[in-house]
Structures are given as C-alpha cells and as structure tokens.
C-alpha cells in the first residue's frame, strides 16, 4: 500500500571534522533528531567536494583527506523539520542547510 505526502527535505552539509560536545557534528545533528522523533535521518559522505574556502576535499588516495564533506538528510513534516533549526542555529559553525518541499512516497505492507 502506497501512501502520499508531502513533507520537508532538511540537507545539512559540513566537514567530517566539525564537531559538537566532543563527538562528530554529523553524528550529534542524528541524535539530536531521533531524540526529536523526526521521521529518520541519513548521513552520506561525499568522495569529493569543496565549500566557502574553495579547498578540494577528496577520497584519492594520493590525497587522503580526513575533512571530507559530510551531508546529513532527513524528511519530515515542515513543523517536526523546525523543531530541529535551534540546534542546528548553535552548533552548525560553517556549512550550509538548504531545505525543500517535497512528494513522500510511504510504502507500508500489511503481513497478516
């Protein structure tokens, strides 16, 4: 069974190497939605990629990088989606948030 909605795709972007309370910035934005209860998150790692300083950050192994671009998503209702941002406003020190609207697809199968 299909389900339609619409909803909110929150794209935070930062490095690896960004940190929040000890632990990696990626890692505590994840927490911080599950503690939230937002619908769920995922976090990519980009093989190559450079923001606002213009340095290129890369998987190559000529060039090992351990600052590479880390992009954090999750899709939720606009209203869930914001409860998020104040955390997000203290602890995103260099990056970019980008957010859209959104068609989500629900695929739910009833196992009885």
Not at 30 to 52: D, H, I, S
Request: some cysteine.
């Amino acid at each position: 069974m299909k389900k339609y909605e619409e909803g909110v795709l929150l794209r935070i972007l930062v490095d690896e190497s960004s940190r929040c309370q000890g632990r990696p910035l990626y890692e505590a934005i994840v927490f911080k939605a599950r503690e939230l209860n937002l619908a769920g998150a995922t976090v990519l790692k980009g093989v190559l990629g450079y923001g606002a300083d213009s340095m290129i950050h890369s998987t190559k192994v000529l060039r090992l990088s351990e600052d590479l671009p880390m992009i954090v998503e999750i899709v939720d209702t606009r209203e869930k989606v914001n409860s998020i941002l104040p955390f997000l406003d203290e602890n995103v020190k260099d990056g970019l948030i980008t957010m859209e609207n959104v068609s989500v697809i629900k695929y739910h199968h009833n196992n009885k």
